[in-house]
């Protein structure tokens, strides 16, 4: 799949020598100034290869004391080799986080999954500052990497704000009506929540209309995947009620979502938003689907909707997207998504 996925890429140039210095039974290898798609498929190749290839190694040093740049890839490749460590019981560490890059791990939550070295050169204040109050502060230490365009575009922000008002007005109207219904056909909750990926991997809780029986995720294991790849779907999935399946086949389910695009975790228009499990599954080309914010439709929802069957094919659509982006392409695939929720063939994502 890699190889597929890495064709939708501009050619990247040859791999460059990465550092590494041995020390007893510890590696340490030195990450460039950037850690991007460009350097980062070669970059966790490398330290695969290390893991695996050198039995006496006990302890893997990634040291980012030169790097101020990492993107979605870059972070994906530090999953990746992680997970190899484990797998090879040896211990793994990052020495010299930078503020940059600390940002970035703050962000994501990855600060406490990772153990990092020397984490006093970042400054005492600004540890300080990290624990207590998250992501505001680390914004103000070092701003977050602009991964792409429409990251940076304050025009796409305010057309988020507007429309997510406007949708929960929308939402707001509908929402007794839509609570009796759900109510009558299967009592339970009204709302679904359900944690997914966002900007560079961040995750949140995404919201919706509730159109699954109240044990849905507990069932979920008997229900066949009729897709391939990391991403489940089944068109007669035996867990949606009869209001459900309305309520997807309108999107109507989907209204509450306008409350994450209002607080900034998604936008009217992105990437499709994956799920934890889908993600333990990307290689790192994959990760560039975090460049930008997810969103409530895209190019998955107008070209794919219902007929994607391959995971390749999202990964094609969203980076599709990512490579076409403009505030009027944006406002052309709003249109076509209301205008393709009124076609019966069309589904639930």
């Known amino acids: 799949m890699i190889s597929k996925v890495q064709s939708f890429m501009s050619s990247q140039p040859p791999e460059a020598e990465i550092p590494i210095t041995y020390l007893n039974h510890t590696a340490i290898v030195q990450v460039s100034a950037r850690l991007s798609v460009v350097e980062a498929v070669g970059f966790k190749q490398t330290c695969q290869n290390l893991i695996q290839s050198n039995s006496h190694i006990k302890q893997v040093v990634i040291d980012f004391e030169y790097t101020t740049f990492m993107d979605s890839s870059g972070l994906?490749?530090?999953?990746s080799i992680f997970k190899t460590a484990q797998e090879k019981s040896i211990t793994f560490s990052l020495r010299h986080v930078t503020p940059q890059v600390m940002a970035v791990l703050n962000l994501t939550g990855l600060d406490q999954v990772f153990f990092i070295e020397s984490f006093q050169r970042v400054s005492a204040t600004t540890a300080n500052n990290l624990t207590e109050t998250g992501q505001n502060n680390s914004r103000k230490i070092e701003p977050l990497p602009q991964t792409h365009p429409s990251v940076a575009s304050w025009v796409k922000r305010l057309i988020d704000i507007i429309g997510s008002l406007v949708g929960l007005a929308i939402t707001g109207i509908l929402l007794i009506p839509i609570a009796i219904a759900v109510q009558i056909d299967d009592p339970g909750p009204l709302f679904f929540s359900q944690v997914r990926c966002g900007w560079m991997g961040k995750r949140f809780a995404i919201w919706k209309f509730r159109s699954m029986c109240k044990d849905a995720e507990a069932k979920k294991?008997?229900?066949?995947?009729?897709v391939q790849g990391a991403f489940f779907k089944n068109e007669n999935d035996p867990r949606i009620t009869r209001v459900g399946r309305f309520l997807r086949r309108t999107s109507l389910d989907e209204?509450?979502?306008?409350?994450?695009?209002?607080?900034?975790?998604?936008?009217?228009?992105?990437?499709r938003p994956p799920t934890p499990d889908e993600v333990e599954r990307y290689e790192v080309p994959e990760w560039q689907r975090f460049d930008v914010k997810p969103g409530m439709t895209g190019e998955w929802q107008v070209k794919g909707r219902s007929n994607v069957r391959s995971f390749e094919d999202v990964i094609r659509l969203d980076l599709q997207y990512q490579k076409n982006w403009s505030l009027v392409y944006d406002l052309k695939l709003i249109l076509q998504t209301i205008t393709i929720l009124f076609n019966k063939n069309s589904g639930a994502v």
């Open 76 to 79: 994906g490749s530090l999953v």
């Open 221 to 226: 294991s008997q229900v066949v995947n009729q």
């Open 255 to 271: 209204l509450p979502q306008f409350w994450n695009v209002l607080r900034g975790e998604m936008s009217l228009v992105g990437t």
